[in-house]
């Protein structure tokens, strides 16, 4: 898969994906010289299609995991680990709506309205013959209606992987570490609107909000910790972030660091036993290592380049063995500058960058035509995204006369602009092991060059990549990509308070009118004053480029065909992974 920075699995968006294949079993191709009988046999009606249980599913991903707790995930490589281990109290379903997960139905109440997902009016009768619903002369229940409240109902009997039985107390012990100072999770804005939680009884739990909060309901979707396991300890230091244990279709088996992370089917999932017994996570840092894997069936999905994807895949052989799927991405890759730096704080600078770089250049050379040009972080055809941003169309001229109005100039006619003696250079970093982001480096440095900027590309290992220069802000300027989300809420990519070590704005950007446009998009649900809110938010992003929006690619994914039960859908295809299946007659393993 093509690497992000990671948003967990309840606030990432794919498209419908488009089947390339039927998900069909693969057709018998008689040999030349084969006898008649043998002939004969082949022309007998295929085995029918049944579910059936066993085997195992060999996913590739080119960087490994890093932690395996979830509210520490800080990538997507583990983020693809916790989502089969761990459940939240809520997720999206195949079509993109909220719907439960942990919790089996729960109520919203606030001043005007009394919104109820699934059958909680059994819950209710029995809380109040227990008399744990207040009154509502109560004054705690007056202050609440001030706000929103959200009461979800836990399924009971869940247990976690170790057969200790969730509760009520479990999501209230991830809540209070999701708000603790002490520990480095990148989520933590979304917790801290909550006025209050509780317990009010083993399972059922309660967050209620002063003010109202758009993403609220959806951020319940974070993976539920056990609190028998962690209670009293050093989260960051906890076994559970090698050995994870959650309440998930699947269980942790083993972690060979570099190598493969491996994962069995929990027989007793409260969904019911995924068919696929094992999940095998490859860690292959070569993608062209990994399209032979492919070829020779040692991987079962990977998402292709466009040149594997249009010129490579084309053949009788691949397409009798693959399905492929093609979708526009909800991510978008882009140049993103160090706001440190001093070179880029003039946004003249960034702006003439951004009017060099040519975006089109870029999709067509190095995606083969299979993306869309980027204006900024959301995806065109979103209610959300704005048409009319600024655009900085390819411009040589352009960038060059805003250099000089910044004061560059090239004063020794080397063909290198400088500013006080020192000339204008800078190296573009991006992670080891994706071609794509490597050749945009490349494309952006010869563009550069010509407008008298001198750039060196450096790829460093993923890791490496991320703790040792992100983390640190060791970096002039980096190619990565955000995945995008269901909801425009980009607080935690933008806001200014969100510039800490591991938090997601890493570029430092600080912009009191954009902190302003983004409480207020969060902070209300009014769609339309929320669209007034990242119309203009989108504005002052295209204005000042403190990232240089690059392209939108298309997700590129492949899955053999042996593999059975898959059904695209706007939320694409993984989301009913436990109902995938391997024939009898077609399992390997």
Not at 215 to 238: E, R, T
Not at 419 to 447: C, D, M, V, W, Y
Request: hydrophobic share 35%; glycine share 8%; proline share 5%.
């Amino acid at each position: 898969m093509s690497y992000y920075l990671f948003f967990p699995l309840y606030i990432l968006l794919s498209l419908t994906l488009l089947a390339a294949g039927c998900g069909k079993a693969p057709e018998q191709a008689q040999a030349p010289g084969k006898s008649a009988q043998t002939a004969k046999k082949q022309q007998q009606p295929q085995q029918p299609i049944v579910p059936a249980y066993g085997d195992a599913f060999v996913d590739s991903s080119i960087g490994d995991a890093s932690n395996l707790i979830p509210i520490l995930v800080p990538d997507s490589a583990s983020g693809d680990i916790t989502d089969l281990v761990y459940n939240g109290l809520v997720k999206y379903d195949k079509d993109i709506k909220i719907v439960g997960d942990l919790a089996e139905c729960w109520e919203i109440k606030s001043k005007d309205k009394n919104l109820v997902y699934g059958d909680c009016e059994k819950y209710a009768q029995n809380e109040q013959a227990e008399g744990a619903i207040q009154e509502e002369n109560n004054e705690d229940n007056k202050k609440d209606d001030e706000g929103f409240s959200i009461t979800f109902h836990l399924r009971k009997g869940v247990k976690f992987h170790d057969g200790v039985e969730l509760t009520a107390e479990d999501a209230m012990f991830t809540y209070q570490q999701l708000i603790d100072p002490k520990v480095p999770t990148p989520y933590r804005g979304n917790y801290v609107m909550v006025d209050k939680a509780e317990v009010i009884d083993k399972y059922t739990f309660k967050v209620t909000y002063k003010n109202p909060f758009a993403p609220a309901l959806i951020s319940w979707g974070m993976g539920v910790l056990p609190k028998h396991l962690l209670d009293g300890k050093n989260i960051i230091k906890s076994p559970l972030s090698r050995k994870p244990i959650g309440t998930g279709a699947y269980k942790f088996k083993e972690w060979s660091t570099g190598e493969k992370i491996v994962l069995e089917a929990n027989h007793d999932y409260f969904e019911g036993r995924p068919y696929i017994d094992r999940y095998i996570y490859r860690i292959i840092p070569d993608p062209a290592t990994m399209f032979l894997e492919l070829r020779a069936g040692g991987v079962d999905r990977m998402g292709l380049t466009p040149i594997q994807y249009l010129k490579q895949t084309d053949d009788a052989e691949f397409k009798k063995n693959y399905n492929k799927y093609n979708y526009l991405s909800f991510g978008y890759t882009y140049l993103g500058y160090n706001l440190l730096n001093r070179k880029f704080k003039n946004k003249k600078v960034r702006q003439a960058i951004a009017y060099a770089i040519d975006k089109q250049e870029i999709i067509d050379g190095v995606l083969m035509g299979l993306g869309k040009i980027a204006t900024g972080p959301y995806k065109p055809g979103t209610w959300y995204y704005n048409p009319n941003v600024k655009r900085y169309p390819h411009n040589t001229q352009k960038a060059r006369q805003l250099l000089a109005e910044a004061g560059w100039r090239d004063s020794n006619n080397d063909g290198i602009l400088d500013k006080g003696g020192k000339p204008f250079e800078f190296t573009i970093i991006t992670n080891q092991g994706n071609s794509l982001r490597k050749k945009t480096a490349e494309i952006i440095q010869h563009r550069l060059r010509d407008i008298g900027i001198r750039v060196k590309i450096r790829i460093v290992e993923w890791a490496a990549f991320l703790k040792e220069f992100v983390d640190k802000k060791k970096f002039d300027a980096v190619i990565l990509g955000w995945s995008g989300s269901i909801d425009p809420d980009a607080y935690n990519v933008w806001h200014s308070s969100k510039t800490g070590a591991k938090e997601y704005n890493f570029i430092s950007y600080k912009n009191k009118e954009v902190d302003g446009l983004l409480e207020k998009g969060r902070y209300t649900f009014d769609e339309e004053e929320r669209k007034r809110a990242y119309f203009r938010f989108q504005e002052i992003l295209a204005e000042e480029q403190p990232y240089t929006f690059l392209y939108i690619p298309e997700a590129l994914p492949v899955v053999s065909s042996r593999i059975h039960g898959i059904k695209p859908a706007p939320l694409g295809i993984s989301y009913n992974f436990i109902k995938w299946f391997v024939p009898k007659h077609m399992q390997r393993y």
